[in-house]
């Protein structure tokens, strides 16, 4: 009988210890181009997008996902559900104290951060702070005037639609028959986007209503995947991706090249776009081009520590001699961030970080020289018969001379998937 006893005493001591094991073991790190399901999204001051799944949080439009604790530590501190309901960046400025916060909803209670710190009093109930909207939302977005007619969240659940409004807190249902139930909302570049699954559709936050061939893959538009839907348009990926793009340039005949992630696109002078894999075209190359440029015809290719020139053709040759380090061809350090060159010029301009260098190409030997601080770091740039263009983001600004680069006055921001490549959003 004692036997007995101790042989389920240790059964038991072995399952309740398998079951604790399991328990403390991590979840798995989920795979954003794997297809899953956002369960809220929004974008930090910065305007770089956040999305959220399941306790785990990705940063911009690819890289791994990290724990959502890591950088708002406080969650993990009040709850421990593993995810959020719905998020968004609070857009009031009427109220500069709570202006550019970013809200996030858990059940029954919101939780209130600035610069990723958890504000004081929080957490609150949603009814104490957002009367007349229920628990356990599936998302929500801001809509700041004149967007929506006063500065508002909208809120979804099921197919219910709240529209919040700061300024009276009035709650109105709204019916949004063309879209389907979001299971996250997101406002980016002044566009509204509902996500259900790993599809999109974008929408009127004011009626609701779909225009266009909606709805889309996700990873095609908002995410950086080396792989995608069978289905997927690819130029019209590559047109209206918000991915920024890693590299630009432009030929003498107005052509130009540019790189994201595994895809190299060509737009002709007569608007005509064309898009190919980079190891198709670049077989040395591959993939990831840090910086590009023109310069007497050839085209280089910055990645990482080297340098690839190419004969620009019906098929692109790789010149004898390269790759060379890009220490051997352009005088500086690798990585770095863009490089350009202008007509009129012998020099290629060198941008690393928020400094630029001038590069005599001439040379029999190379240095960077000439280091100066431009407005801002740039993740591209070209140099044409118009002037300079830096592209950071999702956005580019022009420069009609070189010289305006180091001034203080900030020129118009135009938008990469419109203005460059013709998307219609």
């Known amino acids: 009988q004692g036997l007995c006893c101790r042989t389920v005493v240790l059964s038991i001591w072995l399952s309740m210890n398998a079951l604790l094991t399991k328990w403390r073991s991590p979840a798995a790190v989920p795979d954003r181009c794997q297809g899953i399901e956002m369960d809220a999204v929004t974008v930090n001051e910065d305007g770089i997008p956040y999305f959220f799944h399941s306790g785990f949080l990705f940063k911009g439009f690819h890289g791994a996902a990290e724990r959502a604790n890591e950088t708002f530590t406080e969650l993990d501190e009040h709850q421990h559900l593993g995810h959020v309901d719905a998020a968004f960046r609070l857009h009031y400025e009427d109220h500069p104290t709570e202006h550019n916060n970013i809200i996030f909803f858990l059940d029954t209670q919101i939780f209130s951060y600035y610069q990723h710190k958890l504000e004081g009093g929080y957490p609150k109930n949603i009814s104490e702070v957002y009367p007349g909207i229920p628990d356990h939302l599936d998302a929500a977005v801001e809509c700041p005037k004149p967007e929506c007619e006063e500065d508002s969240v909208i809120f979804f659940k099921g197919d219910e639609i709240f529209h919040f409004n700061f300024k009276t807190k009035a709650v109105e249902m709204k019916e949004f028959t063309s879209m389907p139930n979001c299971t996250s909302a997101f406002r980016f570049m002044e566009h509204y986007y509902c996500f259900h699954g790993h ?66 696109i060509c737009k002709e002078v007569n608007d005509t776009l064309k898009v190919e894999p980079i190891e198709l075209t670049f077989k040395e190359v591959k993939s990831d081009v840090d910086a590009a440029f023109t310069f007497k015809d050839d085209l280089y290719l910055v990645k990482d520590e080297h340098v690839f020139a190419y004969r620009v053709g019906e098929n692109h040759t790789l010149l004898d001699g390269y790759p060379k380090t890009v220490k051997e061809e352009l005088g500086i350090e690798g990585p770095i961030d863009s490089a350009f060159s202008c007509d009129e010029h012998q020099h290629v301009h060198v941008v690393k970080g928020q400094l630029m260098y001038d590069v005599d190409m001439a040379a029999s030997e190379r240095n960077a020289t000439n280091e100066r601080s431009i407005m801002f770091p740039s993740d591209a740039a070209m140099c044409g018969p118009r002037g300079v263009t830096l592209v950071k983001g999702n956005h580019f600004y022009h420069f009609d001379t070189l010289k305006l680069l180091f001034s203080r006055a900030v020129p118009e921001r135009h938008q990469v998937s419109l203005e460059l490549f013709g998307c219609d959003h």
């Open 199 to 264: 599809n999109f559709s974008k929408f009127d936050p004011k009626t609701g209503e779909v225009h266009g061939r909606y709805p889309k893959e996700a990873r095609d538009f908002f995410m950086r995947c080396s792989k995608f839907s069978d289905d997927s348009d690819h130029v019209e990926r590559e047109r209206c991706s918000r991915a920024h793009l890693d590299a630009i340039t432009a030929d003498n005949e107005g052509d130009m090249f540019a790189f994201r992630g595994q895809s190299f």
